[in-house]
């Protein structure tokens, strides 16, 4: 199996149901946001919230698909570049691999849990816990997981279309930024610059002769400067 396979992410296929249900492209309100999630009368309080996601809850409506997205930068568990695991590098060594076993999409299934728990929104890890949980036929947590990375990426999706800065897309995390170019199809062109609260990303030549793609990382610089005040 290709590294190369793995990296497209099994979810990424359906694109398409993903962009249908994420029509709406409105950039998110921060403040708004920070005060439905801490507010723990509403229904939007983020523990309410972030159980609905662990279980996979396939009624969440787009509105708390944002919220859990985005108010997870208020929570105690945020670290604004998504910290270092050494799972990561027990992942990287299971796919220097050319061929894989049972044993090996258990091991998988284990490193990404570790990586899950203190980022929940890791979409590497549940991309190939995703892969891993269709190759041993776990059908029940694998629909869970595909719902989880879908529940993501629509909110991500919903904030712009990266085309400028007007529309860029937020994400909570650096590493969001690339995973949106492979779903979208596009290669980094190897050239990154942060321009006041927008990362700029440099595509490689493509069909569509896009130069670039705008992301909104005002939640990761914000976090960083709380860190320091």
């Known amino acids: ?3 190369k396979y793995l990296l497209t992410v099994l979810c990424f296929l359906t694109i398409t149901s993903i962009f249908s249900q994420a029509e709406e492209k409105n950039p998110p ?13 509403s229904a939007f309080y983020y523990p309410k919230l972030f159980d609905k996601f662990l279980k996979s809850d396939t009624t969440m409506t787009l509105h708390e698909k944002r919220l859990l997205y985005y108010g997870f930068q208020y929570q105690s568990k945020y670290s604004p570049y998504g910290g270092y695991s050494s799972y990561n590098d027990s992942l990287k060594t299971v796919f220097q691999k050319q061929n894989f076993t049972k044993e090996d999409f258990k091991k998988v299934i284990t490193f990404s849990d570790s990586i899950l728990s203190s980022n929940p929104f890791d979409l590497r890890s549940l991309n190939y816990q995703t892969y891993a949980l269709q190759e041993l036929g776990n059908k029940q947590d694998y629909l869970k997981k595909l719902n989880q990375m879908r529940t993501i990426i629509q909110a991500i999706f919903s904030s712009g279309d990266g ?3 007007e529309t860029a897309f937020y ?22 610059q942060l321009i006041d609260h927008y990362d700029y990303l440099r595509l490689a030549e493509n069909p569509e002769n896009i130069k670039g793609m705008y992301f909104d990382v005002s939640a990761s610089l914000n976090a960083m400067k709380n860190l320091f005040d």
């Open 1 to 3: 199996m290709s590294k």
């Open 29 to 41: 309100n921060y403040k708004a946001i920070q005060k439905e999630v801490s507010d723990k009368n």
């Open 163 to 165: 085309l400028k800065k």
């Open 171 to 192: 994400v909570i995390y650096v590493s969001h930024e690339y995973v949106l170019l492979d779903i979208l199809g596009y290669k980094f062109g190897g050239q990154q």
